[in-house]
């Protein structure tokens, strides 16, 4: 009985451990915790889309893999309408869902009032706390 219980235990510890160590990727989806860009080139994979965010000013868009990677998306000139966007498309120069996205390329629009447009990007980077505080102070100055 005794190694029942020690084995219970043992498993449910490990579980908790498990639980407590996976909440940082959970909360760094909605931007509640924002972790470091990882040590590797940048690669936004357009089959792997999880969410988007709107970065005041219309100059950028902050897209999450499925991987909780946070990636900015830096667009030549102002892109406008993106907030009225139900999904995310993006027209790239390469084969397939795992081709990375890349400077050249554009983000769709489709919507009722205008035969649809693109956003070109200028390039694309990893969100950093650094870029999340700027783009937080932007906002704040923009409710003003």
Excluded: W
């Excluded at 407590?20 to 690669?43: D, H, T, W």
């Excluded at 447009?117 to 950093?128: A, H, N, P, R, S």
């Amino acid at each position: 009985m005794r190694y029942l219980l020690t084995s219970a235990a043992l498993t449910a510890a490990m579980t908790g451990a498990l639980l407590l160590g996976s909440l940082p990727a959970m909360g760094q989806a909605k931007g509640y915790i924002p972790a470091e860009p990882p040590n590797q080139p940048v690669c936004l994979r357009q089959g792997y889309i999880y969410d988007y965010q709107i970065i005041p000013g219309n100059r950028s868009l902050v897209v999450i893999d499925q991987a909780r990677n946070r990636y900015r998306v830096n667009f030549l000139g102002r892109c406008y309408d993106l907030k009225y966007q139900f999904g995310l498309a993006f027209k790239t120069h390469g084969v397939g869902g795992l081709s990375c996205v890349s400077k050249g390329d554009s983000v769709l629009l489709r919507n009722d009032f205008a035969n649809g447009g693109q956003c070109i990007i200028k390039d694309i980077e990893y969100q950093t706390p650094a870029l999340d505080r700027m783009d937080y102070e932007a906002a704040r100055q923009a409710r003003r």
